[in-house]
């Protein structure tokens, strides 16, 4: 099986708009969830609660992303990504040092891996919400959908829960009114 993670993507411009800081288009990506923990999710507001509803976290500039694509990556990338998140977690969120930050940085890096059990170019989006409980996360992915009849003009969304299973589906066509 390949190795896969998550990469920022920018289709539009809105992520330079919504988040304090957006990431880079192309950055490996993780779900900095992380960075919310503790917060008091109810008294976020405005670019904050942004990236606490929808952003992804770009591991390079620390910056949100709305969506990521799942693309194929190699062995020495992903150590460079653990390596690099390491980095970001001492200089950015206080961890005293390396070796005290890598296993948190492999754990993020892991569960970003387990979003992209899916073909490559495969689109993926996030939800949080604050709970009673903590913070739950809800994935969505979008996928190309492709026949003879009609070549690459419809998505076909499926929302995920934390474990991977399916939630919802939904029919862009069939909500704009189009037969399939």
Same mark, same amino acid.
């Given at each position: 099986m390949a190795l896969k993670l998550p990469r #920022?993507?920018?289709l539009d411009p809105s992520d330079t708009f919504v988040y304090s800081r957006a990431a880079e288009p192309g950055e490996w990506a993780v779900t900095g969830?992380?960075?919310?923990?503790? %917060?008091?999710?109810?008294? +976020? !507001?405005?670019k904050e609660r942004q990236a606490f509803r929808a952003g992804f976290l770009g591991v390079d500039s620390f910056g949100w992303s709305t969506?990521?694509?799942? &693309?194929?990556a190699s062995a020495e990338e992903r150590a460079a990504v653990v390596e690099k998140l390491a980095e970001q977690l001492v200089a950015r969120c206080g961890a005293p040092g390396l070796e005290a930050a890598?296993?948190? %940085?492999?754990?993020?890096?892991?569960?970003?891996? !387990? +979003?992209?059990? *899916?073909?490559?170019? #495969?689109? +993926?989006?996030?939800?949080?919400?604050?709970?009673?409980?903590?913070?739950?996360? &809800?994935?969505?992915?979008? *996928?190309?959908k492709v026949s003879r009849l009609?070549?690459?003009t419809a998505f076909r969304v499926i929302e995920i829960d934390e474990e991977n299973d399916p939630v919802d589906e939904v029919d862009i066509r069939a909500l704009a009114g189009r037969d399939k």
């Open positions: #920022t993507i920018r969830s992380f960075l919310f923990f503790g %917060a008091d999710v109810e008294a +976020l !507001s405005g969506l990521v694509v799942v &693309t194929e890598r296993p948190a %940085a492999e754990e993020e890096v892991a569960f970003a891996q !387990s +979003l992209c059990d *899916h073909p490559p170019n #495969t689109l +993926l989006a996030l939800h949080r919400a604050g709970e009673e409980a903590g913070v739950r996360e &809800t994935f969505r992915t979008l *996928h190309r009609d070549p690459a």
